[in-house]
């Protein structure tokens, strides 16, 4: 029987990248609803694990809650929405797929969703209501995670980082 090794420190930051990036641009996680400043924090971390960048609404209070979430040494790739419908229409005419992560009729199974091939902002709802209606239009797909248990859905941070795992091609 094998044992498992735990790799040092030094041997991990020689696997990984070796700075910070301005923009991979290939993997956009969009929580455009989050209620809670913790929730962007998480979604900030694994943005940098998967290598994907993060769009945030144009609260006031985003900015310290970034500040306070941004565990990772280094500069972070935030992009600044505005307005989040102008925004991912100019997302949808540059030609990148956008995916909602949403309970719906003809969602994807999250086990189904293959990785991203080209430019994606995944979409993220708030933690109670979703995604607003008015906003489906926008989405070329949506991705469902499936749920056993009695909760209606999983936190908004714990949802983005598992879609994010997949369509980043480590699941």
């Known amino acids: 029987m094998s044992r498992a090794r735990v790799r040092t420190?030094?041997?991990?930051?020689?696997?990984?990248?070796s700075r910070s990036h301005s923009c991979w641009g290939h993997l956009i996680l969009a929580p455009l609803w989050a209620q809670h400043?913790?929730?962007?924090?998480?979604?900030?971390?694994?943005?940098d694990a998967v290598g994907a960048c993060l769009a945030v609404p144009p609260h006031d209070w985003v900015?310290?809650?970034?500040?306070?979430?941004?565990?990772v040494p280094g500069?972070?790739?935030?992009?600044r929405t505005g307005n989040p419908r102008r925004w991912l229409e100019r997302e949808h005419e540059k030609g990148s797929h956008i995916v909602?992560?949403?309970l719906a009729e003809g969602a994807?199974?999250?086990?189904?969703?293959?990785?991203?091939?080209?430019?994606?902002?995944?979409?993220?709802?708030?933690?109670?209501?979703g995604i607003?209606?008015?906003?489906?239009?926008?989405?070329?797909?949506?991705?469902?995670?499936?749920?056993?248990?009695?909760?209606?859905s999983l936190n908004v941070a714990?949802?983005?980082?598992?879609?994010?795992?997949?369509?980043?091609?480590?699941l």
């Open 158 to 170: 714990v949802a983005g980082s598992l879609v994010a795992y997949k369509l980043a091609g480590l």
């Open 108 to 129: 994807i199974r999250l086990a189904d969703l293959e990785p991203a091939r080209r430019r994606t902002v995944v979409v993220l709802g708030h933690e109670r209501t």
């Open 9 to 17: 420190p030094d041997e991990l930051r020689r696997s990984r990248r």
């Open 63 to 71: 900015p310290e809650a970034l500040r306070r979430g941004n565990t």
């Open 100 to 102: 909602g992560v949403e």
């Open 37 to 47: 400043g913790a929730n962007l924090g998480t979604l900030l971390r694994t943005c």
């Open 132 to 152: 607003p209606d008015e906003y489906l239009d926008i989405l070329d797909d949506v991705v469902e995670i499936p749920m056993i248990g009695r909760g209606a």
């Open 75 to 79: 500069r972070s790739c935030v992009h």
